[in-house]
């Protein structure tokens, strides 16, 4: 593979490093090239400041259906919600940046069709644009329930800003809160409304919330939800919303009616691929891309929430919802168009903010043969380790911030660890790892 050519390519650790090793990417060529990136939230933003940084020289174009410049999503389901958070601190960069970094921001139109032959792109309104290489990050939209009166007022999902500034609206005034779908994302809202002092019912199908935890960490936070107030039907399903107007109650799958007047449906979300149809782009469980964050076309990329990647680690493909790897796909995927041939394998990690506890989360591990628990969960603040064979796969620590960064080593490592000494808050974990 070539060297370094004249395209002003710095290497993401700083310098000109000579081990940026290149591959003849879409963009060689440099100055006269356009990268187009479809959807200016995280992972696009991202992915444009990656390219300047990395000295990409041509012309960048971000395209975002939404009004807004690129911003920050965790804040409206936490602090934007309750007010600590002002408005203007959610954006990723402020509004001169991308004038000075020579970032075209288009915004308020999606794009609507690709054509990869001709290498061009068709905006809602019929406009055109031309690219040399297309980054997709559109992200995932939420779930609907599909049952009879979801479309009444006050029934809301949460997404973008506009979503999160209807839902701030709807807090005011003392409304009874139900939350369908107990899910990272609900279990945030139900505390933002429980601590707000409104009367919370949460409705999940299953048996515990966030139920990827497991049954016992998510019987942990069942547990909090209910100390705090909130009423928590599990294992139960909503069938129908009901109201004159505007929502009023909703009927359970066991046919209880819950009274309500304002109403969260936060089930879960699916990749944005229909912009995809008719351009061959292969799809598997969003947009398929490989580990350096390219589909089946040589010059189309993705990243984000709505691309599932080979992971060259865990020799599996992966699609992760969560605002690290967002980040870090992006502008992954930037560098590998540029030419770097970097794969992209990361440990993934994630967190969330309820009431006063910070859960953190790294790793992955859909299944798992033991699970060791360090702290006493009772006190609130605990690690709990998901292992396969005594090798440490997963950890989710709540308001124990030192385990998570021992743990990503565990990780890592992929060593069997004896369950006893990790289990025992006396023994500390930098003693269950290889000297440095
Ligand atoms: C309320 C909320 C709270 C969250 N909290 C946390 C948290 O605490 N911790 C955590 O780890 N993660 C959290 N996340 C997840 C994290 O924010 C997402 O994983 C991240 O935003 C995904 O980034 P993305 O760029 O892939 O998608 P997005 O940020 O959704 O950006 C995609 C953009 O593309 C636009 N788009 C879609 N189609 C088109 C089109 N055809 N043309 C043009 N534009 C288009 C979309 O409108 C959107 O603006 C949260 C998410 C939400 C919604």
Known sequence: MPRRQGQGLRHPCGGYGAEAVLSPGPLRGGRRRTVLIVGAGLAGGRAAEALRGAGFEGRVVLVGDEPERPYERPPLSKELLTGALPRERVFLRPPGYYRD??????RGRP????????????LDGGSRLRYDALLLTPGARPRRLGVPGEELPGVLALRTLADADRLRQALTGQPRVLVVGAGFLGCEVAAVARQAGHAVTVVEQGQVPMAGLGRAVGGFWAGVHRDHGVRLLTGETVTAFRGVGRVEAALTGRGELLPCDLVLVAVGVEPVTDLLAGTGVALENGIAVDEHCRTSRPDIYAAGDAASWWHPGRRLRLRVEHYDHAQNQGAAAARNLLGLAEPYAPIPYFWSQQYDLTLQHVGHAPSWDALVWRGPA???????????????RACVAVNRFKDIAAARRL??????????????????????LPPA
Do not use: C, H, K
């Open 101 to 106: 970094q020579r970032i075209t921001l288009r």
């Open 378 to 392: 009772t006190g609130g603040t605990f690690s709990a380790f998901y292992l396969e064979n005594d090798r440490v």
């Open 111 to 122: 794009v609507v069709q690709i054509d990869p032959a001709a290498r061009r792109v068709t």
């Open 411 to 432: 990780i890592a490592l992929g060593q069997p660890v004896d369950p006893r000494r990790l289990g025992d808050d006396g023994v500390p974990l930098r003693d269950l």
